[in-house]
Nanobody, 116 residues
Framework: QVQLVESGGGSVQAGGSLRLSCAASGYTYIMGWFRQAPRKEREGVAGIYTSGGSTYYADSVKGRFTISRDNAKNTVYLQMNSLKPEDTAMYYC????????????WGQGTQVTVSS
């Protein structure tokens, strides 16, 4: 069983930046982030593969968010720039979502609030 511990998040004005971190207690093949805003469906934001480092992003964050990882630390980062009010959501770290939608492991979530 892998545990995911998140840090980062908070409140920022539109146009600002935040960085999320997520440390895994063990090896994972894929790590990434999902988010869910009130009254909206959960959305996959970004993911990164341990082997090779390939990444993928939701269209809504491409060019603004960057996912990276430190394999030695089993830690993934999400650098969020040019934040918009519509980025406001609870962000969840996730791991081993082999179908892209259903992770085997979840973090506890961290709130990101972007004010206009």
């Amino acid at each position: 069983q892998v545990q995911l511990v998140e840090s980062g998040g908070g409140s920022v004005q539109a146009g600002g930046s935040l960085r999320l971190s997520c440390a895994a207690s063990g090896y994972t093949y894929i790590m990434g982030w999902f988010r869910q805003a009130p009254r909206k469906e959960r959305e996959g934001v970004a993911g990164i593969y341990t082997s090779g480092g390939s990444t993928y992003y939701a269209d809504s964050v491409k060019g603004r968010f960057t996912i990276s990882r430190d394999n030695a630390k089993n830690t993934v980062y999400l650098q969020m720039n040019s934040l918009k009010p519509e980025d406001t959501a609870m962000y969840y770290c996730a791991a081993d979502m082999f179908d892209g939608l259903n992770p085997l492991y979840w973090g506890q979530g961290t709130q990101v609030t972007v004010s206009s």
